[in-house]
């Protein structure tokens, strides 16, 4: 089973990354005729969507490492019910 809707491009960026001991989805994606999009998953499913669209997946890659390394993974790891939107 495809992990996105038809029309919908994946970077081959998306991946799953670990650091603290805390796993997450990173998936960055977009439509065939729009900016590349970032959204963050974890565990619990709890996703975290970039309000910002990027003109790369690299760029949106790079936004992701950014992040990460300033902020830390936990921010990304919600509590039940959390939401986070960037």
């Known amino acids: 089973m495809a992990k996105y809707a038809p029309g ?3 970077s081959p960026l998306s991946q799953t ?10 998936s960055i994606y977009r439509l065939r ?9 974890d565990s619990q499913g709890t996703h975290t ?3 910002e669209e990027f003109d790369s997946d690299q760029d ?7 992040d990460v390394t ?3 993974i936990a921010q990304f790891i919600a509590k039940p019910s959390d939401s986070t939107l960037h």
């Open 8 to 10: 919908i491009i994946e």
């Open 17 to 26: 990354y670990t650091a603290d001991g805390e796993t997450i989805e990173v």
């Open 33 to 41: 005729s729009s900016k590349w999009l970032l959204e963050v998953t």
């Open 49 to 51: 969507v970039w309000e």
């Open 60 to 66: 949106a890659w790079n936004e992701f490492l950014k």
């Open 70 to 72: 300033e902020n830390g």
